[in-house]
């Protein structure tokens, strides 16, 4: 296991530090992998639901509201974030991204109405909203100041990734009568991955920031140990 139990004075070296650190970073920007898909699904999908499907010939305005709830929600999401990070950790408030990706992507993969499209991707907005306000900082908060940028900066490319799969999946789908609704279903994947690594795995620790400002000392001590990090002054991080 990346992150084995120890003590808190347990001393990574350098090449297994450096594994936990990318294995960290990766497990986080799954998160940024699905916002990346699901807003770029709706680019696919339009173009077969709005030429006649179960979900009916579709209205200027009902494409419109299609097309906007996705970044209404992304709105509320942002402003929610802060208050999930603080109160819950950024480990949990990860995990309720990842159920809003698979919650939306169930109604909008299952939709009979148009109605239920525009619900789910107004979900599908919140868990966009909370994760690209919430995953650069988790990165940052876990990596060293001296090559911070390195990891934080591969959230923003898991987004264009997951873009570009998004369209590459839309137009491998675009040969099936449904293929609009795997569309919308793919989002749910990375989250599905990163729900499996939050509670089946020790890749992903808690910032030991959130740790230190919450009196938790010594598991903010032994996570920095393991991520490389011994000689980061814990009671600093936590009043800064």
């Not at 990574?12 to 992998?33: D, V």
């Not at 419109?64 to 974030?81: H, N, R």
């Not at 819950?88 to 148009?114: C, K, P, Q």
Request: net charge positive; proline share 3%.
């Amino acid at each position: 296991m990346l992150f084995r139990s120890s003590s808190v004075f347990f001393d990574a070296s350098r090449e297994e530090a450096a594994q936990r650190r990318y294995a960290m970073t990766f497990s986080i920007c799954l998160a940024m992998l699905s916002v990346g898909i699901a807003c770029g699904a709706i680019a696919g999908a339009l173009v077969y639901i709005e030429s006649g499907t179960v979900l009916g010939t579709l209205t200027t305005s009902a494409k419109g509201a299609v097309v906007a709830a996705l970044p209404l929600g992304a709105m509320f999401g942002c402003v929610a974030t802060p208050g999930l990070n603080e109160s819950l950790g950024r480990r949990l408030a990860l995990s309720i991204v990842d159920a809003g990706f698979v919650v939306s992507a169930l109604l909008m993969a299952t939709a009979s109405t148009i109605e239920q499209v525009t619900i789910g991707r107004f979900i599908a907005g919140l868990a966009v909203g909370l994760a690209t306000s919430m995953c650069t900082m988790y990165i940052s908060e876990c990596a060293p100041a001296k090559t911070r940028g390195k990891y934080t900066g591969l959230a923003p490319l898991s987004l264009t990734v997951g873009l570009l799969v998004s369209f590459v999946a839309s137009l491998a789908l675009s040969k099936f009568t449904a293929g609009w609704r795997y569309m919308f279903a793919l989002a749910a994947v990375p989250a599905l991955i990163q729900l499996a690594v939050i509670f089946g795995t020790s890749w992903l620790p808690e910032s030991p920031r959130w740790l230190a400002e919450h009196c938790r000392v010594g598991d903010a001590k032994a996570v920095l140990n393991k991520l490389g990090q011994r000689e980061v002054d814990v009671h600093l991080i936590a009043l800064n």
